[in-house]
């Protein structure tokens, strides 16, 4: 075991790689003791803990969202075929999609080394959904003993559970269909250092179930509609169903705390939403992906700002933040102008998740049966119960 005082930013390369093939069986049995380190970052957090003595179930929209958690449960290990192809990268659906395509750094690439910046890309990316899930996990954990109420409680921990299996199944995709990590970026760290050393328990709230994965869900939208991958795309349909009761939680928990609040105790989480709306926007630049290829960061930096694609897909990430926002009362007259200047602010009469779409929660999983190898590719596709899905792999 390895302690840091920050954490690493180095590129991590996995030996195992190979896009369609898993990790071998065989492969932790070859691992000495100089190719095995477990790198830890302490914190410390005044973590107010509670006791709740009443077992009455005071919510029964949180019942229901806990008991969707336990219904809906899946295994990344047995409901997803990790050895479906990957569909080959086209000008056109680089055009389209990749917002660099046009850039002239991009442009002046051979072929193969727009393949490899395409990968990059998308491993930066899928690295900050990784940490953040890891960020989720730590935090939901928390959440179990500082949450005030029965139902809190039993909820937060269906959600440790949840963000556990985003962890082993957006690891689990990096390694085997990527090849690489990269480090959390800074302004994703930073956040998460405050929601986690916070003792408040409802700013825990505010950050992670509104913010951070509020945003998540509408990054998540994007990229199944641009991923190449099938694997990702089954991935993200099973993490956005769990993200999705997540968020629901969040809003419909928060709305009468926060009623309750003094106007500067309001004020203060107000500010607080805001500031992290304003960190998560530069935490969606791959300056690290700038730097390995070579390229000037400030200049990749303004073109990444000023793209069309870009401007669009940083707006619409907060279509989910700010209608949730509004709903439970933080965007107050004081931070709605400095939502403005963002040019954000026009998303908040959109539908919020405080009311509760049960039809869309409850909606049962496709569950695809999962080949036992890469030679047998199995299609079979068949809504059930997800807690049933055992019985056909």
């Given amino acids: 075991m390895k302690y840091v005082a920050k954490a690493p930013r180095e590129l991590t390369y996995f030996e195992a790689y190979a896009q369609t093939m898993p990790v071998d069986d065989d492969f932790a049995q070859r691992l000495k003791n100089q190719h095995v380190e477990q790198i830890a970052e302490i914190f410390k957090t005044p973590l107010t803990g509670t006791y709740n003595w009443d077992y009455t179930e005071q919510d029964n929209r949180i019942k ?13 290990q047995t409901d997803i075929n990790w050895y479906q192809n990957m569909r080959e990268l086209t000008d056109e659906h680089s055009e389209k999609f990749n917002s660099f395509h046009f850039y002239p750094s991009y442009q002046a690439m051979s072929q193969e ?17 990784l940490h953040g899930e890891q960020g989720a996990l730590l935090v939901a954990s928390q959440l179990c003993s500082c949450a005030p109420t029965y139902n809190a409680k039993l ?58 994965e509020g945003l998540a869900l509408s990054a998540f939208g994007a990229i199944k509609v641009a991923t190449l991958d099938p694997v990702l795309n089954d991935v993200l349909d099973l993490v956005i169903r769990d993200e999705s009761r997540h968020v629901t939680f969040g809003v419909n928990y928060l709305e ?15 500010m607080f939403a805001y500031e992290a709306c304003v960190i998560s926007r530069e935490r969606l630049i791959p300056t690290d992906v700038f730097q390995y290829f070579g390229w000037d960061v400030e200049e ?21 933040v700010l209608p949730n926002l509004k709903r439970i009362g933080l965007l107050t007259d004081s931070v709605r102008p400095k939502f403005e200047e963002l040019g954000i602010l026009e998303y908040e009469n959109l539908a919020h998740d405080g009311d509760i779409n049960w039809v869309e929660l409850e909606r049962p999983l496709e569950i695809k049966t999962v080949p ?10 068949t809504t059930v119960p997800l807690k049933s899905a055992a019985s056909m792999v």
């Avoid at 229901?64 to 990344?76: F, H, P, S, V």
């Avoid at 990749?300 to 989910?320: C, D, H, P, V």
């Fill in 64 to 76: 229901r969202l806990y008991q969707l958690g336990k219904d809906l449960n899946w295994d990344a």
């Fill in 113 to 129: 080394k727009k393949d490899e910046f395409s990968r990059h890309y998308q491993a930066w990316a899928l690295s900050q959904f």
């Fill in 155 to 212: 909820y937060a921990a269906s959600q440790t559970f949840d963000e556990a299996r985003h962890v082993e199944v957006f690891s689990r995709y990096l390694k085997e269909r990527l090849g690489l990590m990269y480090p959390i970026n800074t302004h994703l760290k930073s956040i998460l250092d405050k929601i986690l050393t916070d003792e408040r328990w409802d700013l825990k709230f505010i950050g992670m179930q509104v913010v951070i």
């Fill in 256 to 270: 009468e705390f926060v009623a309750c609040l003094t106007d500067e105790e309001r004020e203060q989480r107000a």
């Fill in 300 to 320: 990749a930096r303004e073109y990444f700002l000023t793209g069309t694609i870009n401007q669009l897909f940083r707006k619409l990430l907060f279509s989910r």
């Fill in 372 to 381: 036992t190898s890469p030679t047998t590719n199995t299609t079979l596709t």
